[in-house]
Structures are given as structure tokens and as C-alpha cells.
Nanobody, 126 residues
Framework: EVQLVESGGGLVQAGGSLRLSCVGS????????IGWFRQAPGKVREGISC????????YYANFAEGRFDISTDSAKNTVYLQIDKLKPDDTAVYFC???????????????????WGKGTLVTVSA
């Protein structure tokens, strides 16, 4: 079964850092764009960042520039999201998702992702 499992969330104080992990099983992440998304309480899900595993190209939402960094460890079939200088507004469920490569759409659009993890909750206290 194809699975994506996020981990690394938790309760942190504002100004702290977290590194979230997304581990794939049942398929090789290198054949996909892997994206990170988040959904805050009462808000719609939004894209944060994504990475093309085969060439390492990365993409970031405007709000994510600077404080968010996406990376991968292909040997572990894992994609990471480093978050620094956490703010209370970062509180959300963070998801990773995989997109089949096509070239027909901009990468890592929410509507075009093929597989989703169940999310990991990040709570940032003021």
C-alpha cells in the first residue's frame, strides 16, 4: 500500500524550530514531486513548499521564504521540512503529499497531488 507518514510535530514555543519528516513507503519518492501543506484551524489548506526529488529543484510559497526549508534524504525515502522562528500563526496540521510527474501543471498544486499523508499537528504557543 502506498503511504506517506508525517512526523515531528508537537507543541513548541514561539521562536523555536521544528523539523518535520515525511516518509514514503510502497513507492519511491524520487519519482514524484513531494509537497508540504498545512491547514490551520478554521482555514483552508495551503501549500508551503515542494521538491522535485530527481533534480532537487525546490519551490516555496511567498510566506514560506526564509523560515521554511525543504530537503530530502533519498536513502531514507524521506522529505523534511525545517521550520525556524516559529510563530503562533504557524499552528496547523502539516501534510506531505506526492504528485506524479507530468510537466503539464505547475508543481505541487493541491488539486493535483496524488497521495496524501494524514498530517502531523504543530502547535506554537505565544
Amino acid at each position: 500500500e502506498v503511504q506517506l507518514v508525517e512526523s515531528g510535530g508537537g507543541l513548541v514555543q514561539a521562536g523555536g524550530s521544528l523539523r518535520l519528516s515525511c516518509v514514503g513507503s510502497g513507492f519511491t519518492l524520487e519519482n514524484y514531486n513531494i509537497g508540504w501543506f498545512r491547514q490551520a484551524p478554521g482555514k483552508v489548506r495551503e501549500g508551503i513548499s515542494c521538491i522535485h526529488l530527481r533534480n532537487g529543484n525546490t519551490y516555496y510559497a511567498n510566506f514560506a521564504e526564509g523560515r521554511f526549508d525543504i530537503s530530502t534524504d533519498s536513502a531514507k525515502n524521506t522529505v523534511y521540512l525545517q521550520i525556524d522562528k516559529l510563530k503562533p500563526d504557524d499552528t496547523a496540521v502539516y501534510f506531505c503529499a506526492a504528485e506524479e510527474l507530468s510537466g503539464f501543471y505547475p508543481p505541487c498544486q493541491d488539486y493535483n497531488m496524488n497521495f496524501w499523508g494524514k498530517g502531523t499537528l504543530v502547535t506554537v504557543s505565544a
